[in-house]
């Protein structure tokens, strides 16, 4: 199991999900365009956590059983990114990938 400990150039993952976090590490120096981003996204947004639930037609009660914050703030970014050109996301694509891990 990798150390989730931070190293010098390294600070825990700060999502803006409400999900339960996974312990995820970022180098230092992503961390301000990270939270940045995800700020943006959620001031346009609302909620990223009802972002990605009514994205993905997915009950809110559901989501814990699914994803991890940082998931769930990577979806977010996914969904609202503008190479996707306004195409749904679906819970299948999403599905898939989350079973390949």
């Known amino acids: 199991m990798a150390d989730e400990r931070p190293q010098a150039k390294q600070v825990a993952y700060q999502a803006v999900s409400?999900?339960?976090?996974?312990?995820?590490?970022?180098?230092?120096?992503?961390?301000?365009?990270?939270?940045?981003?995800?700020?943006r996204l959620e001031?346009?947004?609302g909620s990223l956590d009802d972002y990605v639930y009514d994205r993905l037609r997915i009950k809110p009660e559901d989501m814990p059983q699914q994803f991890m914050a940082e998931q769930v703030d990577g979806i977010?970014?996914?969904i609202a990114s503008p190479h996707s050109l306004g195409k749904p996301i679906e819970w299948k694509h999403i599905h898939r990938c989350h079973l390949l891990k």
């Open 76 to 78: 977010a970014l996914g």
């Open 18 to 39: 409400r999900a339960k976090p996974g312990g995820t590490l970022l180098p230092v120096n992503m961390q301000t365009s990270v939270t940045s981003a995800l700020k």
């Open 43 to 45: 001031a346009q947004h």
